[in-house]
Nanobody
């Protein structure tokens, strides 16, 4: 079992950058695939990005490709989401999610795929 705490959210102007950090506690962090989801009012939860347990496989939703970068440091039990060129439509609460996996994976893109969730961090993008 892991517990995650997100940080790094806040208010940013359109075109600006933020880096989200998800710090996890618990055992065997390197056994978990990690995802970043966002939830805006009136919309479904969306998987923004996902990284496999050893970092060998990453996923980005089309709207953030080329602007966002996910990474992880298993020695620090931490996953990051570097967000550049932020757009107003990116305004949402961003959540870090974890799922134990037996091997590297290119799946796990649905909210229901994940077992453990952080409390979320708000990102507000002003235009």
């Amino acid at each position: 079992q892991v517990q995650q705490v997100e940080s790094g959210g806040g208010l940013v102007q359109a075109g600006g950058s933020l880096r989200l950090t998800c710090a996890a506690s618990g055992r065997a962090f390197n056994m978990y695939a990690m995802g970043w989801f966002r939830h805006a009012p009136g919309k479904e939860h969306e998987c923004v990005s996902r990284i496999s347990r050893n970092g060998g496989n990453t996923y980005y939703t089309n709207s953030v490709k080329g602007r966002f970068t996910i990474s992880r440091d298993n020695a620090k039990n931490t996953v990051y989401l570097q967000m550049n060129s932020l757009k107003p439509e990116g305004q949402a609460v961003y959540y870090c999610a974890a799922r134990a996996t037996p091997r590297e994976t290119n799946a796990l893109l649905r909210r229901s795929d994940y077992d453990y969730w952080g409390q979320g961090t708000q990102i507000t993008v002003s235009s």
